[in-house]
Structures are given as C-alpha cells and as structure tokens.
C-alpha cells in the first residue's frame, strides 16, 4: 500500500491506497510545516492518529507534500519524523506548491496557485513547477490567504478602524485584548495559523462592504504579484486551491476576468485530485 499526504500549515490529509488503487483509508492530522515542527513533534503526532497506526506496518511508499518543505534541510526534518514511524517505507517529501500543481493540472500548462493560510504560485507544464517569486510568508507576503486578512482585521479591530457591527461583534467573538494578542502573535510559533483563524469571523461578514473591498484588494495584489509575473499569462488558465480561494471564488473569479485571467479549477480540498494525478501521471507502485 501507499500513502500520499497533502499538509498546509494548518492540516494534513492522508490517503492510503491498496494495491488496486482503491482508497483503504483516509485520515486527518494537524498540517506539518517544517519551519515550526519538530522531528519529535511530527513522530509524537504520528503515534497519537489511530487511523495511521493501524497501517503503518503495511505502508511501503510514502509521497508527503507539506507547507514549508522546500528545501532540502527543512524536508529532511519531516523525512526522518515519516521514516521513524513508517518502517518499512520509501519516503518522498516534496513542497505543497508541487501538490497544487499536481492537483490542477488538467492536461494542459497551468499556472497554480495556493490561497489558504498562506499563499504562493508556480507555473506547471505537467511535470515541472517553476516559482518566479518567492512566497515570503505571513510577515513580509502571503497575499490574500487567511493570515493575510486576519492580521489586517485584527489589525483594525484594536484601531477601532472595523464598521461599527463588526467591531461589536468582534468583541462578542473573541473577548481578546492588547497583552494576548502580543503574546499569540509575536510570541506563539504558530502566529499564521493563530492569524487565519479569525478568517470565520470575516466568512460571517463576507457580504459587508468592508470585507468584500479589503478580499478585493487583496486578490487584485495577489494576482498582480503571483499570476502576472510569469510571461504569457494571458495565454494559460489560472487555478486555485485552498479554503480562502474556495470562499471567495466570486470575487476571484472578478479581479482575474479584470486582468483578461483564463480561469482553472478553483479547489477547496486537493487531496482528491492529487491522487488522481498519482495515478494517471506518475504511474505509482502500489504494493
């Protein structure tokens, strides 16, 4: 059997596949990221998922694609964490971005596109992903993702800068104030999932006018950064996956029809379709 993984900052999702391609099982684990997680941590996670230990033994392959693997260094922590726990594995860790690619594709060059807790682009011909820009994180980048707009509402909830319901209701909410935040944000190794959190609170007032402006904005710099910088954009459909994507699709679908944008597939959930791709593209073994 084999077993591929799809992991964002905020959770992982496992597919384990017999040796007809069938699904034998599906599980769910916090996302793993490299940059916050430990060897140990992903191994004690591992350990406490029933579904998984259950199979682990009978496991021969392994294709994990997480968020913060992209660099030889950084997947080696989550590499030894699988090979710990997975025995009798072969394993592949490999950047979500790629799984994106792989979960987009539809036969054709796409430029693919992540919109979730964090967000970043590469252009795919089928087998090879290519970044222009680097995804920067949630400090410096991560345009249009959850992190993205929680900090600018939370941002403007203790400038008192929100509409007069929101700010209320913000209270109502979260009951937070001033020294927590400092602490969740500054303090807490996690601050981008902590950040996206809030993005139910804007899902509850995503027909206020300040949220469909501020969503507006950030989609416009997220495809002016992240889509038009590649040469012949024009020329190729443009996908999405990711939860803030999938939330906000009509506003998506607007600001990429204002920059002549083809649209792609728009998926809230990849896993599906990176196993599909496992199975029609890379021809995987399954033991």
Known sequence: MIAIAESGSTKCDWVVLDGKAEVVLTAKTIGFNPYFHSEQYILDTLNATSELVGVKSEITAIYFYGAGCSSTQLNTIVKKALSRFFVEAEISVDHDLVAAAYS??????????????GSNSCFFDGKNAVELVPALGFILGDEASGSYFGKKVLADYFYKRLPFEMQEDFINWFKIDWSQTVQNVYQNPHANVYLASFMKFIAAHKSNPYVI???????ARFIDIHVANFSNYHHYKVGFVGTI???????LREELAKRDCQLGRIIKNPVEHLVRYHIDYKNVVVA
């Open 104 to 117: 987009l594709y539809e036969g054709e060059p796409v430029i693919a596109c992540i919109i979730g807790t």
């Open 245 to 251: 994507a999938f939330l906000f699709e009509d506003i």
């Open 213 to 219: 402006e501020m969503v507006k904005e950030g989609m």
